[in-house]
C-alpha cells in the first residue's frame, strides 16, 4: 500500500474508532438508566470515560504493537488541542466563557496536580505499571469524590427539577431493557478495538513513508482525530449560549487524559517517552494547564484570549513539524 491508501485507511480507522465510541457510551448510558443510576454518576462514570474512549483503545493498541511512545504524544497532544484548540475556538464562537466556582476550587487545582505528576513520572524517559497505577488510584479517588459530591447536588438539583421530567426518567427505568442495547454494547466495542488497531497501524506505516516520528504524528492527527467530538460539542454549545458547559468538558478530559489513557495502556507494559516530548511538549503542557488556571481566576475566559489560545496552537502545530 502507498501513502495515499494508508492516510485513506488511517482517517476510515479513526472514524468508525470516533462511532464506535459514540455508539458506546450512548448504550451503556442507556443500560446505567435502566439500572437506576444516578444521573451524576453515569456522568462522571459512563460519560467521562466514553469520551475518552478514542484515547484509551488507540493507546492500548499502540503498546500492543510495540508502539507505546505513541501513548504519550497521544495524551499531550489531545490535551493540548483541548485547551488551546477546542477553548479557543470555543471562546471565540461564544465571546466569552463562563467558569463556574466549583471548578476553579476544585477541577483545576486537581488538573494542575495531575499534570505536574505526569510531567514527574515522565523524567525518567519510561512511564511503568507502578506509575500507571499510582495515577488510576489518584484517577478512582477523584471520580469517587465527585459521587458522593454528586449525590447531594443531586438531591438539590431533583427538587427543581418538573414532576413531567421525574416521571419521564422513571418510565425510562423500568422499561424492560431491550436484548439489542448489550448488543450494541458488544458489537461496538469490538468495532472500537479493531479501528484502534488499524489506526495504529496506519501511524506506523505513515510514520516510516514519510520518515516522521510515530510521537509526531501522535501529537498531531491522532490528537485532533480524538478531539474532534469534543470540539463540535463545544462549538454547538457555544452557538446555543450555553459554551461555559465547554470548561467543565475540557478539564475531565484532560484530568482522565493525564490520569487514565496514561495509567490503563501501562497496566499492557512499559510507556516508552521520546526525549523531545520530555524536553518541550510535556514542559509546554504544564506552562498552557498553569495559563489556563490563570485566565479562568476573572471567572470567564474571553473572546480575545480564545484567540490567543488558539494562535499559540498553531505556533505550537509549526514548531511541531518544524515550519516555525
Known amino acids: 500500500m502507498d501513502a495515499l491508501q494508508w492516510t485513506g485507511l488511517f482517517i476510515m480507522s479513526l472514524a468508525v474508532l470516533l462511532k464506535s465510541a459514540d455508539y458506546f457510551t450512548t448504550t451503556a448510558e442507556k443500560i446505567g438508566i435502566h439500572f437506576k443510576m444516578p444521573p451524576f454518576i453515569i456522568g462522571v462514570t459512563i460519560i467521562a470515560f466514553g469520551t475518552s474512549l478514542p484515547e484509551v483503545a488507540t493507546s492500548i493498541a499502540s503498546v500492543l504493537s510495540n508502539s507505546s511512545e505513541i501513548v504519550i504524544g497521544n495524551v499531550v497532544g489531545s490535551n493540548l488541542a483541548n485547551i488551546l484548540l477546542i477553548l479557543g475556538i470555543t471562546a471565540i464562537v461564544g465571546k466569552h466563557l463562563v467558569v463556574d466556582k466549583d471548578i476553579i476550587k476544585i477541577d483545576l487545582p486537581i488538573l494542575l496536580g495531575s499534570t505536574i505528576l505526569l510531567f514527574l513520572i515522565t523524567l525518567d524517559g519510561k512511564i511503568t505499571y507502578i506509575d500507571g497505577s499510582l495515577s488510576l488510584l489518584i484517577l478512582i ?15 438539590k438539583e431533583l427538587k427543581e427539577l418538573s414532576k413531567k421530567k421525574k416521571e419521564e426518567r422513571e418510565k425510562k427505568a423500568k422499561e424492560r431493557l431491550k436484548i439489542k442495547y448489550p448488543l450494541i454494547l458488544l458489537g461496538s466495542g469490538i468495532f472500537l478495538a479493531f479501528s484502534a488497531n488499524w489506526a495504529i497501524k496506519s501511524v506506523i506505516e505513515l510514520s516510516t513513508i514519510f520518515d516522521i516520528g510515530k510521537d509526531v504524528i501522535a501529537i498531531s492527527a491522532i490528537a485532533i482525530g480524538t478531539s474532534l467530538p469534543e470540539l463540535a ?3 454547538i454549545a457555544a452557538k446555543k449560549g450555553k459554551a461555559d458547559l465547554a470548561i467543565g468538558n475540557v478539564t475531565g478530559s484532560n484530568i482522565f487524559n493525564n490520569l487514565g489513557v496514561i495509567g490503563i495502556p501501562s497496566l499492557f507494559g512499559t510507556l516508552t517517552i521520546p526525549s523531545n516530548i520530555i524536553s518541550f511538549s510535556i514542559p509546554l503542557l504544564l506552562l498552557v494547564t498553569i495559563l489556563y488556571i490563570f485566565s479562568t481566576m476573572d471567572k470567564e475566559i474571553t473572546k480575545w484570549e480564545g484567540m490567543t489560545l488558539l494562535l499559540l496552537y498553531i505556533a505550537f502545530m509549526g514548531k511541531t513539524f518544524g515550519i516555525i
Not at 479517588?141 to 454528586?150: D, E
Open 233 to 235: 460539542v463545544s462549538v
Open 141 to 155: 479517588s477523584y471520580l469517587l469524590y465527585n459521587v458522593r459530591a454528586g449525590r447531594k447536588l443531586e438531591d
